[in-house]
């Protein structure tokens, strides 16, 4: 098996022991060394594009508050105004049950015949027709 130049120094280095890095010492801090001290917080301006976008969020998040209270007002006023027609049918709807409770009363043969006997008229059997 024959080898190539590569591959000869690829083997040659792992047989070679590796070179060890440089040990890095810890830095130890004495009573002669201050301790480093905190740097305070500084205070980061809003930019103008940030002022006006908060500005924007706020006006638009009044703005749907507004619209969702008086969009619920014009419901509660359409709520009500639905029942009032409402109640207004069923009064519609009794007062013609009434008035045809009145109409088969007065079209009964006894009251006919009582309105027809004030006038003076009678009943002439003969006269009626069964049509069937």
Not at 34 to 57: D, I, N
Not at 106 to 125: F, I, P, R, Y
Request: charged content about 20%; proline content about 5%; hydrophobic content about 40%.
């Amino acid at each position: 098996m024959m080898l190539d130049e590569s591959t000869a120094r690829d083997l040659t280095a792992l047989t070679q022991p590796e070179t060890t890095a440089p040990q890095v010492q810890p830095e130890i801090h004495t009573a002669a060394q201050p301790a480093p001290q905190a740097v305070p917080r500084q205070h980061v301006a809003f930019s103008v594009f940030e002022k006006a976008a908060v500005v924007a969020l706020g006006l638009v998040a009044v703005a749907l508050c507004t619209l969702i209270v008086s969009s619920k007002i014009a419901l509660a006023s359409t709520q009500r105004n639905l029942e009032n027609v409402g109640r207004s049918i069923t009064k519609v709807e009794s007062d013609t049950t009434d008035y045809k409770q009145e109409v088969n009363e007065l079209m009964q043969t006894n009251h006919l015949d009582s309105v027809a006997s004030k006038d003076g008229l009678k009943l002439n059997e003969a006269n009626i027709r069964n049509v069937k």
